[in-house]
């Protein structure tokens, strides 16, 4: 870790009131990672990371960037050098979105024309259609506006790019595909970003490492976001963290769990079917809702398979898509299409432990329903063979530390 | 009619004068209080200073202001500076308050958002500040253009040629027609150039668009019921298509 793009050393900030809002910062940056400061408010992470563009000048102690102390940078030329997102998206509304993106390179003398090109290139690169580029930021909406902003950051090419909580005033839904479109964005540019949040499982999600910012502007924790959730440095970590953070810990740890087949029945056909490792995609049963018994004795040999619950059937459709479960009556009969629960949320094979324990826990019949690539059911996995999992992984990890 | 009819070339020639006394000082008025108000807006001790001082000029009765002004200036009585300047004061009066409250109005994030990416403090207020301040503005310099319109004619009393001039003429010799004049061309004047001005705001402000349903930028919002029912329709619905896009991606 020799090439540090950010280094604050000794950083202070107190208010001609008596505030202090950062308190004898010391952190180190590496170049392209991103960086997570997270804390409550008042913590003084967006302070900290306005002294990277001279937005606040500290009063004592020194940012340097690249080697550079900041405060010898002149402060327009700084920050021309550093895309900066924030909440609102910030965006210019008497510009058009393409002049707005396009509001960098403009101040640093492109023309006006190669700016627009430019920007008209980049609206696709976080995802919008070009025909967006007349529109004024009144026509989009909250996610789209941020997309521009995020755009607009990378307009100047930075090298740095500074996000404050850019994300936090969007839907939900919004959000997570902006957090992953985000994602995808570093793999691809592997800028240094400094991103701010409150918002704890944001700060897990996104970041190489997290700073955890306390109260006073103390630095309160600053590390890898799996390390944060295994080891808080103190209370107020471990507090601010959460009631969750075992669950959330789980995120960081890939399931291998072995599928077992399901009893399936395909709507609309009603032909019931076994789905899962072992069993030819579309082997069937046969005739669907007749008696139990004889359904019984015709399947036969899916009932000493384990995951055969005789108390649920997994409704999919003609494509094996999962559509949700049906409780099965003590006779073996299915109940009618109406009672049909919306299952619960979905897994793939690879995907972390918990996210496996989600589809386990939120699914009625308490099995996992594991999906292939295409959407189709692999198999299911029990919520005891989760939990066997989780039971394993824990003790591979904390037997580690005793055989030096 | 008939007096109309012998007499439109004077009526005319006055209502030239009275367009250039107070068009003129409108121009003025905003030159001087922009940077006024600029300077005034957000400062603690500069603000309440010019706000206020600016509103007890309006409290100046006009025909004291037209005659002492001469003593003052040095301009002879009957001279048009001093329309032109006891109108600027006016402006200014007027302008200062509603451009205070035009800089106040802006969206401190954009403003934040400006200076985070680079833009050096005068090209911030040119390129950012000015035309975003432009709807609250446009509300006072109606105001101030209308107020203006009606009260140039008063210069007439004084012997300073406007369309006044036909109410103090007619009065004199009794020409019911002449005043009738006066007042129709006067109100005539008046009710174009503040339409202009409203038409002038809309162009400045097309990015505030009705329904769209986005936070409004500072100012009101004016409803739009010409032009845009095809554009701003057609927006909403390619945006919804993305917004659907958008969504897309998450998960069942």
């Given at each position: 870790?020799?090439?540090?793009?950010?280094?604050?050393?000794?950083?202070?900030?107190?208010?001609?009131?008596?505030?202090?809002?950062?308190?004898?910062?010391?952190?180190?940056?590496?170049?392209?990672?991103?960086?997570?400061?997270?804390?409550?408010?008042?913590?003084?992470?967006t302070?900290?990371l306005r002294m990277l563009n001279r937005m606040v000048e500290?009063?004592?102690?020194?940012?340097?960037?690249?080697?550079?102390?900041?405060?010898?940078i002149p402060a327009a030329k700084l920050r021309r050098s550093m895309g900066y997102v924030m909440q609102q998206s910030g965006l210019l509304p008497h510009r058009t979105v393409e002049d707005n993106i396009a509001t960098v390179p403009r101040l640093n003398g492109v023309?006006k024309?190669?700016a627009r090109?430019?920007a008209?290139?980049l609206?696709?690169?976080?995802?919008?259609?070009?025909?967006?580029?007349?529109?004024y930021p009144a026509?989009l909406?909250?996610?789209?506006q941020q997309?521009v902003g995020v755009a607009r950051a990378l307009a100047a090419?930075p090298?740095i790019l500074l996000m404050d909580e850019p994300?936090?005033a969007?839907?939900?839904?919004?959000?997570?595909?902006?957090?992953?479109?985000?994602?995808?964005?570093?793999?691809?540019?592997?800028?240094?970003?400094?991103?701010?949040?409150?918002?704890?499982?944001?700060?897990?999600?996104?970041?190489?490492?997290?700073?955890?910012?306390?109260?006073?502007?103390?630095?309160?924790?600053?590390?890898?976001?799996?390390?944060?959730?295994?080891?808080?440095?103190?209370?107020?970590?471990?507090?601010?963290?959460?009631?969750?953070?075992?669950?959330?810990?789980?995120?960081?740890?890939?399931?291998?769990?072995?599928?077992?087949?399901?009893?399936?029945?395909?709507?609309?056909?009603?032909?019931?079917?076994?789905?899962?490792?072992?069993?030819?995609?579309?082997?069937?049963?046969?005739?669907?809702?007749?008696?139990?018994?004889?359904?019984?004795?015709?399947?036969?040999?899916?009932?000493?398979?384990?995951?055969?619950?005789?108390?649920?059937?997994?409704?999919?459709?003609?494509?094996?898509?999962?559509?949700?479960?049906?409780?099965?009556?003590?006779?073996?009969?299915?109940?009618?299409?109406?009672?049909?629960?919306?299952?619960?949320?979905?897994?793939?094979?690879?995907?972390?432990?918990?996210?496996?324990?989600?589809?386990?826990?939120?699914?009625?019949?308490?099995?996992?329903?594991?999906?292939?690539?295409?959407?189709?059911?692999?198999?299911?996995?029990?919520?005891?063979?989760?939990?066997?999992?989780?039971?394993?992984?824990?003790?591979?990890?904390?037997?580690?530390?005793?055989?030096? | 009619?008939?007096?109309?009819?012998?007499?439109?070339?004077?009526?005319?020639?006055?209502?030239?004068?009275?367009?250039?006394?107070?068009?003129?000082?409108?121009?003025?008025?905003?030159?001087?209080?922009v940077p006024?108000a600029r300077l005034?807006a957000g400062?603690?001790?500069?603000?309440?200073?010019?706000?206020?001082?600016?509103?007890?000029?309006?409290?100046?009765?006009?025909?004291?202001?037209?005659?002492?002004?001469?003593?003052?200036?040095?301009?002879?009585?009957?001279?048009?500076?001093?329309?032109?300047?006891?109108?600027?004061?006016?402006?200014?009066?007027?302008?200062?308050?509603?451009c205070?409250?035009a800089f106040e109005s802006l969206d401190r994030d954009v403003l934040q958002a400006a200076t985070a990416m680079g833009y050096r403090p005068a090209r911030r207020f040119f390129g950012v500040e000015l035309p975003l301040a432009v709807p609250v503005m446009?509300?006072?310099?109606?105001?101030?253009?209308?107020?203006?319109?009606?009260?140039?004619?008063?210069?007439?009393?004084?012997?300073?040629?406007?369309?006044?001039?036909?109410?103090?003429?007619?009065?004199?010799?009794?020409?019911?027609?002449?005043?009738?004049?006066?007042?129709?061309?006067?109100?005539?004047?008046?009710?174009?150039?503040?339409?202009?001005?409203?038409?002038?705001?809309?162009?400045l402000t097309?990015w505030q668009?009705?329904?769209?349903?986005a936070r409004e930028a500072g100012g009101?919002?004016?409803?739009?019921?010409?032009?845009?029912?095809?554009?701003?329709?057609?927006?909403?619905?390619?945006?919804?298509?993305?917004?659907?896009?958008?969504?897309?991606?998450?998960?069942?």
């Amino acid at each position: 870790m020799t090439d540090m793009a950010i280094l604050y050393r000794g950083v202070s900030k107190v208010y001609p009131d008596g505030t202090t809002a950062v308190d004898h910062l010391d952190l180190d940056i590496p170049a392209g990672s991103l960086t997570v400061f997270v804390g409550p408010s008042g913590c003084g992470k967006t302070t900290s990371l306005r002294m990277l563009n001279r937005m606040v000048e500290p009063t004592s102690g020194t940012v340097e960037i690249n080697g550079q102390d900041v405060s010898s940078i002149p402060a327009a030329k700084l920050r021309r050098s550093m895309g900066y997102v924030m909440q609102q998206s910030g965006l210019l509304p008497h510009r058009t979105v393409e002049d707005n993106i396009a509001t960098v390179p403009r101040l640093n003398g492109v023309s006006k024309r190669t700016a627009r090109a430019d920007a008209r290139q980049l609206l696709a690169s976080v995802g919008l259609d070009e025909s967006l580029a007349t529109r004024y930021p009144a026509q989009l909406s909250g996610g789209q506006q941020q997309r521009v902003g995020v755009a607009r950051a990378l307009a100047a090419d930075p090298p740095i790019l500074l996000m404050d909580e850019p994300f936090s005033a969007v839907d939900p839904v919004v959000r997570q595909d902006l957090q992953r479109e985000l994602l995808d964005l570093q793999k691809r540019l592997h800028r240094t970003i400094v991103f701010v949040t409150h918002d704890i499982d944001e700060a897990v999600l996104l970041g190489n490492r997290v700073a955890v910012f306390a109260r006073g502007g103390r630095l309160a924790q600053y590390t890898t976001p799996e390390e944060l959730l295994r080891a808080p440095a103190d209370d107020f970590v471990a507090d601010f963290i959460g009631r969750d953070r075992g669950f959330r810990s789980l995120g960081f740890d890939s399931a291998t769990v072995a599928l077992q087949p399901v009893a399936a029945i395909v709507s609309g056909t009603g032909e019931r079917i076994l789905l899962g490792p072992g069993m030819r995609d579309g082997a069937t049963g046969d005739g669907g809702t007749d008696d139990g018994g004889a359904a019984a004795g015709r399947v036969a040999p899916w009932q000493s398979a384990a995951a055969t619950d005789p108390d649920w059937l997994l409704v999919v459709d003609e494509r094996r898509h999962p559509l949700g479960w049906l409780p099965v009556s003590a006779t073996g009969e299915p109940a009618p299409s109406d009672q049909l629960r919306v299952g619960g949320t979905l897994w793939h094979d690879g995907d972390s432990l918990r996210t496996a324990l989600d589809a386990a826990l939120s699914s009625p019949s308490g099995q996992a329903v594991a999906v292939n690539g295409d959407g189709s059911v692999a198999g299911v996995v029990p919520g005891g063979d989760v939990m066997r999992a989780i039971e394993e992984q824990r003790s591979a990890r904390y037997d580690r530390p005793e055989h030096p | 009619m008939n007096w109309l009819t012998n007499n439109w070339h004077t009526v005319l020639d006055l209502a030239g004068a009275h367009l250039v006394q107070s068009v003129l000082p409108v121009v003025l008025g905003l030159l001087v209080s922009v940077p006024l108000a600029r300077l005034a807006a957000g400062s603690r001790w500069l603000r309440p200073l010019l706000v206020t001082g600016s509103s007890l000029l309006y409290t100046i009765p006009s025909l004291t202001l037209f005659v002492v002004l001469p003593l003052v200036l040095g301009t002879r009585m009957t001279s048009v500076v001093n329309v032109i300047v006891a109108l600027t004061l006016y402006v200014v009066a007027i302008l200062v308050r509603s451009c205070v409250d035009a800089f106040e109005s802006l969206d401190r994030d954009v403003l934040q958002a400006a200076t985070a990416m680079g833009y050096r403090p005068a090209r911030r207020f040119f390129g950012v500040e000015l035309p975003l301040a432009v709807p609250v503005m446009v509300a006072g310099l109606r105001v101030a253009t209308v107020s203006n319109i009606s009260m140039v004619s008063v210069g007439a009393v004084i012997g300073i040629q406007s369309l006044g001039t036909l109410f103090t003429d007619g009065l004199r010799r009794s020409i019911v027609a002449e005043i009738l004049v006066g007042i129709v061309a006067t109100v005539l004047i008046a009710v174009v150039l503040d339409q202009l001005l409203r038409l002038l705001g809309q162009v400045l402000t097309r990015w505030q668009r009705p329904g769209t349903g986005a936070r409004e930028a500072g100012g009101r919002r004016r409803r739009d019921t010409r032009g845009p029912g095809r554009t701003a329709g057609g927006a909403r619905d390619a945006t919804g298509a993305l917004a659907a896009v958008e969504s897309g991606g998450a998960r069942a």
